[in-house]
């Protein structure tokens, strides 16, 4: 029988740092000797507080729902407090998601209490709350205090009460920060502070914020991820704020800068050269739209121009009406040719899906021209077992005849694995979604 008591503190802690935060409290509630272990820094390497995981974790309907469900939030909301009251100096690692009065007193207990943090997330997901002057001046305290972050990510929380106001982190953070998003945040504030960031590599703003001197300065010295995010909660009109011209420059002071861009808005600037343009080092492009790409040509034609950097075109829905389709399609009723065309012109593409009905023989086709779509993400109920390829994209005989051979449901999965090198299944509509949200569920 194993003995706790005599476990020594420093491995309790340890095991203790793998837990929830649900968990941690019961061992905060527990016996004397493993509330002692909390003591020990590791425990605590992570804190991570959402209401909506803590309710699913504690109450069955995933909500308190009865007056005992009420209490016993209550009680463990004052038992979040008393830990970051006692354990706050040992939290490097925060990630909190304000929603209510609640969780935004946690987050004040954060700021009174963690100074040592050097990952920290904070994320608004309520469009009301009182506190919106107190959260802006408490968070410019805290990071003022916490100079020593690596990774800052902040999402909808906008300054729009003062404008051109100075962004709270600046010359004090450019020695350690390296991964900096401001996602629908400060939208209203001036950006000069982060010429300062001279050791940022990973930025991610929304499109409106765009700057041509900045990132031409940040490219220049170490930046080489740019993340361009447009989602629901972005909701200006985009007018252009860096010419073809600019990127072009910009990608000669920073030649190894990336562009990766995650669209989730149903306006059209987002297909559109306004904003997609030809000398942008675009490596990835990302749409979640519960519609139909209405210029699904034009996008193609725009990454054809993208053929040395782009490695990833993912289009996406988490609505299932855009993946019905008319039975059957023809042809030159769907999609084949624009993506034929595309795996042709983007030979370092990995990963291709659309919300678009294929045919397994344009599939084929497809993967014959690039060996390199190691992450074709198909999903069962858009594919179409046809061979109705036209000639002229059949000129090769070699190749003609491998698609009549293989195009059928028993051998396609084989016959792309063996063109790939590696094996390749079709994804369940399950399968897929769960592929897509570990991928991009942070930008939504």
């Not at 306004?274 to 519609?291: A, C, D, E, Q």
Request: glycine residues 2%.
């Amino acid at each position: 029988m194993a003995h706790w008591e005599k476990t020594p503190e420093v491995v309790l802690g340890r095991v203790f740092s793998y837990l929830s935060l649900v968990d941690k409290i019961s061992v905060f509630q527990s016996c004397t000797v493993w509330r002692q272990a909390l003591e020990q820094p590791l425990a605590w390497r992570l804190f991570k507080y959402s209401e909506s995981l803590i309710w699913d974790q504690i109450f069955e309907m995933g909500i308190p729902s009865s007056l005992e469900d009420l209490q016993q939030d209550e009680n463990f909301h004052q038992c979040v407090l008393d830990c970051i009251d006692q354990y706050g100096r040992y939290m490097k690692n925060i990630y909190i998601a304000i929603r209510s009065s609640t969780s935004f007193e946690v987050y004040m207990k954060i700021v009174k209490n963690c100074c040592n943090v050097r990952n920290f997330t904070l994320i608004s997901m309520c469009a009301e709350l009182s506190e919106w002057e107190l959260l802006r001046s408490s968070l410019h305290d805290f990071l003022q205090r916490n100079n020593m972050i690596k990774k800052l990510e902040i999402r909808d929380i906008d300054n729009t009460g003062v404008k051109n106001a100075a962004l709270p982190f600046g010359v004090k953070h450019s020695s350690h920060l390296h991964s900096l998003w401001i996602v629908n945040s400060f939208r209203s504030n001036c950006l000069s502070n982060l010429m300062y960031l001279v050791n940022l590599s990973e930025l991610a703003l929304i499109p409106q914020q765009l700057n041509f001197s900045l990132l031409k300065h940040l490219a220049s010295l170490s930046l080489r991820d740019l993340h361009i995010v447009a989602n629901p909660k972005t909701k200006e009109f985009y007018n252009e704020a860096i010419s073809d011209e600019q990127w072009g420059e910009i990608r000669r002071y920073g030649p190894n800068l990336r562009v990766h861009c995650f669209l989730a808005t149903s306006r059209e600037w987002a297909e559109k050269e306004v904003f997609l343009k030809p000398k942008m080092p675009l490596v990835s492009l990302v749409y979640r739209k519960n519609i139909w790409i209405k210029y699904l040509e034009s996008v193609c034609t725009l990454m054809s121009y993208h053929g040395d950097t782009l490695t990833s075109f993912v289009d996406f829905s988490l609505s299932s009406q855009p993946y019905k389709y008319p039975t059957p399609l023809s042809f030159i009723d769907r999609v084949d040719r624009l993506m034929i065309r595309l795996a042709q012109q983007c030979p370092r593409m990995q990963t291709l899906s659309i919300k678009e009905a294929m045919s397994s023989a344009a599939i084929l086709l497809m993967v014959y021209y690039n060996r390199n779509l190691s992450e074709l993400l198909v999903r069962c109920d858009m594919i179409l077992y046809v061979n109705d390829l036209p000639d002229e994209l059949l000129m090769d005989m070699n190749i003609k005849h491998f698609i009549e051979e293989n195009y059928h449901r028993d051998h396609f999965e084989k016959a792309v694995s063996s063109l790939l090198g590696s094996e390749w299944h079709i994804l369940k509509v399950a399968d897929f979604y769960d592929i897509i949200d570990a991928r991009y569920s942070k930008f939504s």
